[in-house]
């Protein structure tokens, strides 16, 4: 397939996951649903990997490209990310240490528990 | 003329690409973490802004068509995790398991100390998603009135805080585990600590991209009852 292809493809999935999430009663992420859907097309084999492989490589090596507007925009909220700016640091930094070591405990005592149940 | 330019979507386009081809050089000649492409590019376009006086309109009318992207690129990461299905099916068990405990704790770590803090509403909601991918944070924090920017910032907080300290962070708490260790830093420091799981070995990599994609799904699903 070539490049446009690939672009009707993936902005396809996108407007149906648009379409779904409009018909949810809560307010849920269209493009979490996008990606599940996409997910689900791959699985079944609907959707091969070689049908997105053009464009989703250069949407891929420059994924953070796409997230600079929403950066740039905080120039809108700068005095009030300066008023706060010790708490988020203390919110995003604390919390970071924590769930790495809560989910890597978790891990590692959930292989622990299935060896032992190999085992025994 | 000048106006007429500055108010071109165009200017919007032309900038962005511009400082985000300057960022990827300069990370690539210093290599370090902090140094990150988006922030480079967005400093730079802050700063320019403002030293010509240039109202943040004018840059909206192209910074909103790439904005209009994020969702296929949120859609892509699902090549993700089908590229590493067999090792999902494999650790299918401990993956769901670690994702949806580490989902809940920062859901619930976030939420309190936000609290603790007195935050309002919109602070909060934009720092709930922040352990997941950018992407999938931006989504989220639009979802529940959060401003995209500051969630952008707390989920590149957590992505330069865990690629730093992670190799730390497995010493400190004892991880001996490759699978442990890679799904705790995809699901605590997303793409960003992902780098850092595929420099430590291929196990912690996959096991971190698979943990992007999974925790992103469970904290979007788990925020729907906050």
Redesign the interface.
Known sequence: MNVMGE?AL??G??LV??GIAALLP???????I??????VL??TGVVK?RY?QK??EL??V????????????????AE??KQ?AV??????????????????????G??IW?KRRKKG | MIHAMLYSPFFGLATSIVSWCVGVKVQKKTGLILCNPLVIASVLILIGMNLFHIPLECYEAGGEMIQLMLGPVTAILALNIYRQRTVLKEYFVPVVAGCFVGSVTSIASVYLLCNLFGLDEALTASLIPKSVTTAIALGIAESRGGIQGIAAAGVIVAGVCGAMFAPLFAKWFHITEPVAEGLAIGASSHALGTTKAMEIGSVQGAMSSIAICVCGIMTSVLVLFL
């Open positions: 672009l993936i902005f999935v996108c996951g648009e809560v307010a849920f992420p269209a493009s979490v996008a990606m599940v859907l996409l997910m791959l699985l990997e997105l464009a989703t949407m891929m420059n994924m953070a490209f796409f997230f600079i507007p929403p950066f740039v925009g905080t120039l809108e909220y009030l990310m706060q708490a988020l640091l203390v919110v995003a930094g604390v919390t970071t240490p924590l769930v790495y070591l809560v989910t890597a405990w978790t891990v590692q959930c292989m299935m």
